[in-house]
């Protein structure tokens, strides 16, 4: 029998958590540049330290959702809480670049113990009626962060040094697992019995490492045959989960359920045209127009601002009007802004490029709590974790497409080098064809997200 339990607690606790991951992850495009200098690293080198996390996140989110579901998802938030805190705050020791990577790679698995029972918890505990609005905050909390992150971490990394930034984040990590512990006296364990499919699992993590690590090599040789790679043991994961009693992931979820696969496939293109736009500006800014780290941070916040504003809002409305509706209304608003990024150069006004960052924040915003919503919504009870870790599997491999995206559009254009001023031009050649590819790619989301709204 599980203790009493006070809602407003755990959404405190859970907003919390939700806040570190993003903030780091918008401030942290800010140090690049930075640690780049520290390290000599090159552009394509700079942008595994953000990709390599999103990787490990995805894979194991849904294995350790799985996991949360037989031994307790309070036991996996915290440890992952508690994993993600001390790896991050290891990262500000790092020696060198390559151990900073292999160290952003542990805090991906922290993450991901996280992630896959955070929106689980939350809707365990709010009932349908309220959930709209709780899921709301959440995301507001979420996009909260990503706002403070380029100005706090511009303010953090130009004043004090890259290293700061994951001392600070680790520290503030560790003291919200401690308090979570005290918070969430409630246990959820909604398969304790069962058993866990490591074959499945493992199958399931060399697919999904195969298709996003080979879409960051394209279009290279190797790019080619980790995709090929990853389709057949993702192919091989579907028919083995079919069969299995106990899967790591019930694959009928899907099947049978239209309105979550359409919700998931939106999620995935959403965050596969958006997730580069902070990325590229960071560059943008402050090696094509010499902004340093505080004065980019005061440009990217704006976008993070008004998301954090619209989904606060559009998670309640959610509970009332139809929330397929809202969500390819926020689809569409976002086709302006990417499509206007496509024109930007050189000399672009500042007021123009804000003005864009408004419309991709508000898009943004109107699409992700309704969406959040509608999957959260459309399973039962004992799919939640299993819901919560496909919503946040499409959320980071869709970050993790994204980021292959501008990769791969760097390696075409400038190779793995610094950016000085003689490879301006062909930084802006690869900014221009990662935002022709996002904007195609939000169309073909909105597309998929209409399909919802009669249903």
């Not at 993600?84 to 990577?101: D, E, K, Q, R, V």
């Not at 919700?263 to 402050?286: K, R, T």
């Not at 459309?378 to 919503?391: H, L, R």
């Not at 690869?430 to 935002?435: D, Q, V």
Request: some cysteine.
């Amino acid at each position: 029998m599980q203790k009493q339990i006070n809602k407003n607690s755990v959404l405190f606790v859970l907003c919390l958590a939700s806040f570190l991951v993003p903030f780091m992850g918008s401030a942290i495009n800010l140090s690049l540049p930075q640690i780049g200098k520290s390290f000599a690293m090159g552009a394509v080198s700079q942008s595994w330290i953000a990709t390599i996390y999103l990787i490990t996140t995805a894979i194991f989110q849904v294995p350790f959702a799985r996991l949360a579901d037989l031994l307790g998802r309070k036991k996996m938030f915290v440890s992952g809480l508690m994993l993600f805190s001390i790896s991050t705050f290891l990262c500000g020791l790092s020696p060198s670049g390559t151990m900073l990577i292999v160290l952003r790679a542990v805090s991906g698995l922290g993450c991901a113990m996280m992630f896959g029972t955070n929106m689980a918890i939350l809707v365990s505990v709010f009932p349908p009626q309220n959930r709209g609005k709780a899921i709301g905050i959440n995301t507001a909390v979420v996009y909260f962060a990503l706002a403070s992150g380029p100005f706090f971490g511009g303010i953090i990394t130009h004043n004090l040094g890259w290293q700061s930034l994951f001392y600070f984040i680790g520290f503030t990590g560790f003291a919200v697992a401690l308090f979570s512990i005290v918070v969430l006296k409630s246990e959820w364990t909604e398969a304790k019995g069962e058993k866990f499919d490591y074959i499945g699992s493992a199958i399931y993590a060399l697919g999904l490492f195969g298709l996003i690590f080979g879409f960051s090599e394209l279009p290279g040789m190797y790019g080619y045959i980790f995709i090929t790679t990853g389709i057949i043991c993702l192919a091989a994961f579907v028919f083995y989960e079919l069969k299995y009693k106990q899967p790591v992931f019930n694959i009928r979820i899907f099947s049978g359920n239209k309105i979550f696969g359409l919700s998931c496939l939106s999620a995935l293109l959403n965050y596969a045209c958006i997730s580069a736009v902070a990325f590229m500006l960071s560059l943008y800014l402050q090696y094509i127009r010499g902004f340093n780290a505080q004065k980019a941070g005061l440009i990217l916040i704006v976008q993070a601002c008004i998301q954090c504003l619209v989904s606060l809002y559009a998670g309640r409305l959610s509970d009332r009007l139809n929330p397929s509706a809202l969500a390819t209304s926020g689809m569409a608003v976002i086709v302006a802004g990417l499509a206007g990024l496509i024109f930007v150069s050189t000399e672009t006004s500042m007021l123009f490029i804000i003005l864009l960052l408004f419309l991709s924040g508000f898009g943004f915003g109107l699409f992700s709590s309704p969406n959040s919503n509608i999957i959260m919504s459309s399973v039962d009870k004992k799919y939640y974790g299993q819901a919560s870790a496909t919503m946040g599997t499409m959320r980071l491999t869709g970050q993790a497409f994204s980021m292959g995206i501008a990769t791969m559009a760097i390696s075409l254009s400038v190779g793995n080098k610094a950016i000085t001023p003689e490879l301006h031009a062909g930084f802006m050649k690869s900014f221009h064809i990662t935002f022709i590819i996002c904007t195609v790619l939000c169309i073909a989301g909105v597309y998929t997200s209409s399909f919802r709204i009669k249903k």
